[in-house]
């Protein structure tokens, strides 16, 4: 099975200044890495994913990078707001391909205004 | 996107006492569902795989006849937590795709044992 590590477990930056959050995945076959936003006591809610055919996907203020040879993945979210504070999940497939997913271990990021 | 709806979204049990959770996908069939716990400020651990028509598969450490799952229509999975206890006590979440890699989450239910 997968193995996903994520870091930093919490974030605080400035409004306004950007917010960098890494995985790290074990298994070379993966090819689907999406990135979730949970709230507190909700779902989570995909926000962005990239799969191995390309190196980087943007939407707007977020956007992710991915370095299959180094086996990791970035989410970025630029002009922070206070509503992006939440906790972002990365996760990949369990088992190389599908929608069952491991999910690294979370970042809680606070937004201060 | 598609739509997954879980139910209850929170329940109270005594201990010793089990609880149904559904899960439901609104606008599409799963053939699999996929059940995931999540402890206060842990991230979600992946449970077990809900297959339609067959029995499920649970991850290591994971007690079959505690947690029951049940898969019986392209449209429908429950987990039964049985003879609860106040470690049991979580938020249980479900998830199904699909066709491709997109997993949609139900809303979730806090289970709470007292």
């Known amino acids: 099975g997968e193995n996903v590590e994520q870091h930093p477990s919490t974030l605080s930056v400035q409004e306004g200044d950007s917010a960098v959050i890494k995985c790290t995945y074990s298994?070379?076959?993966?090819?689907?890495f999406p990135w979730y936003k949970q709230e507190l006591g909700k779902r989570p809610q995909l926000i962005i994913d990239i799969r191995s055919n390309v190196g980087e996907k943007k939407d707007q203020r977020i956007a992710v990078t991915l370095n299959k040879t180094a086996k990791h993945f970035s989410l970025h979210i630029t002009e922070t707001q206070p509503e992006d504070s939440a906790v972002y999940f990365c996760a990949a497939p369990f088992e190389a391909a599908g929608n069952k997913l491991t999910f690294g271990g979370g970042t809680r990021v606070l937004v201060k205004p | 996107g598609a739509v997954v709806s879980q139910h209850p979204s929170w329940v109270i049990c005594k201990s010793g006492t089990s609880v149904k959770i559904e899960c439901r996908s609104l606008d599409f069939q799963a053939t699999t569902m996929f059940w995931y716990r999540q402890f206060p400020k842990q991230s979600l651990m992946l449970m077990a795989t809900s297959n339609e028509g067959s029995k499920a598969t649970y991850e290591q450490g994971v007690e079959k006849d505690k947690f029951l799952i049940n898969h019986a229509s392209l449209t429908l999975s429950t987990l039964t937590v049985t003879s609860a206890h106040p470690e049991d006590s979580s938020f249980y979440i479900c998830?199904?795709?699909?066709?491709?890699?997109?997993?949609?989450f139900g809303q979730g239910t806090r289970l709470t044992v007292v």
């Open positions: 298994d070379s076959a993966s090819n689907y």
């Open positions: 998830s199904a795709g699909r066709g491709g890699y997109t997993a949609f």
